[in-house]
């Protein structure tokens, strides 16, 4: 049977989350008999107890020690639980047996019975170029997202923006101040760090013409990357990803009000991008996409550089989203965060900011995030933002006072809603 790339994937993801898992397990195991041990030891003290502890820690009882020494009898070594973990995403061998996928979200619904969720999460622009190059022809591609891995692999879906075009050809656009291009060697990071879904429908999809947004389109596919929010001609432009999770299926749609030429706008017999200047031809796509999927994720690209305010068409597009089915509004293009806002149960993100981003990140430009959703069939949503700020080109975690700042600056700026010192985002009562 073939399988696709896409589904290559979400295998590779999967058994990625199992290593992280067992390596949790493990950890927490030791630390377990590490805290009986030491309990032991304080009631044994200055009593015979003593002395069987002490055998046992120097694996003189060869019962207890053979039970945990499984699959190394009489090699003479203690057991390498770090075999099965390896953090490139290599399996390098096992000591524990294989598992089930554990990872699904159960939690009662009004009846009392328990209702399957599915983890949703989400980052800002994704921009690898400039300073952010030099760093990686040092350390490597990988480096970017060490600090996040948990954050963006752990959850069953990651999606984010990418703001420039992936080719080794095309012709430079002329007329705008800002141009970029990458390399197809930068995409098996993104995917290694946990990404399942990227929008292309920005102000630079079409940097090195059609030629360059085609190349990208064919380069992700080769990743096993799915992609929304471009293509040979509107209906593609609009057309969404649908990604299924035990049952559950979310559709996402690209979309952009940022877009420099009206040449680049996809249209019946022309490549380009799916384009909200108004939003018709946005909420016919959404309200499609609702009959064919269980959640519908808008990812549009808008609002005003530098401001963390939205602009007054954001609140009004992004309830005409909702309105059409959209269950989530995830914003981009503004490279600093804006605040939230729920909308008759749903959730609108103005703008996630930059996750990775080519200019030097300073104060508001360098704050970022993953927000994570945990969403039930029916779009209910429960939302989660893990603040984090740009450190040598690392999204990096937040902790402390910190944090705190971060998410009080964002409730300051959110419409009805505040952030919870958790991180975790709800209505004003």
């Not at 609002?303 to 959209?326: L, N």
């Not at 030097?360 to 939302?383: F, R």
């Amino acid at each position: 049977m073939h399988v696709s790339r896409s589904e290559t994937h979400q295998q590779d993801k999967f058994k990625r989350k199992k290593r992280l898992r067992r390596l949790l397990i493990v950890n927490f195991s030791l630390l377990g008999i590490i805290i009986v041990v030491f309990g032991v030891w304080l009631a044994a003290e200055n009593s015979d107890k003593l002395k069987g502890l002490l055998s046992f820690a120097n694996g003189e009882n060869k019962g207890q020690n053979q039970a945990v020494n499984t699959g190394n009898e009489g090699s003479g070594k203690e057991p390498d639980f770090t075999e099965d973990v390896d953090l490139s995403g290599k399996e390098t061998g096992s000591n524990l047996p294989d598992e089930e996928d554990n990872s699904a979200v159960l939690e009662p619904d009004a009846a009392g019975n328990e209702e399957e969720k599915i983890s949703l999460s989400f980052v800002g622009d994704l921009l690898v170029s400039d300073y952010v190059s030099a760093i990686t022809a040092r350390e490597g591609y990988d480096y970017l997202y060490q600090p996040s891995m948990l954050y963006l692999s752990e959850p069953d879906l990651t999606a984010g923006n990418l703001e420039f075009p992936v080719t080794e050809r095309g012709t430079p656009v002329e007329g705008t101040p800002y141009v970029f291009k990458g390399s197809p060697d930068v995409l098996p990071s993104i995917r290694n760090a946990g990404f399942d879904v990227m929008s292309l429908a920005n102000n630079h999809a079409l940097d090195q013409g059609v030629e360059g947004m085609l190349d990208t389109m064919k380069y992700l596919d080769e990743a096993g990357l799915s992609h929304m929010g471009a293509g040979n001609n509107d209906k593609e432009a609009f057309t969404p990803v649908i990604k299924e999770v035990r049952g559950i299926k979310v559709a996402y749609i690209g979309l952009s009000r940022v877009v420099p030429f009206s040449s680049w706008k996809a249209d019946k017999n022309v490549p380009g991008l799916a384009e909200t200047y108004d939003t018709r031809r946005a909420t016919e796509a959404i309200a499609k996409a609702k009959k064919e999927a269980d959640i519908v994720v808008v990812m549009v690209h808008w609002g005003k550089e530098r401001v963390d305010q939205p602009e007054p068409y954001q609140k009004d597009f992004g309830k005409q989203y909702i309105d059409a089915g959209a269950d989530l509004v995830i914003g981009s293009h503004p490279h600093v965060m804006q605040g939230f806002e729920m909308y008759k149960g749903k959730w609108i993100a103005y703008s996630l900011g930059n996750f990775i981003f080519t200019s030097y990140p300073k104060e508001t430009a360098g704050e970022t995030g993953v927000l994570d959703a945990i969403c039930s069939k029916n779009g209910d949503c429960e939302m989660t933002f893990h603040p984090m700020f740009t450190v040598n080109a690392q999204p990096t975690p937040l902790e402390g006072e910190k944090a705190k700042a971060l998410l009080d600056r964002l409730t300051s700026v959110s419409f009805g809603v505040k952030l919870n010192e958790d991180g975790r985002i709800t209505p004003v009562q």
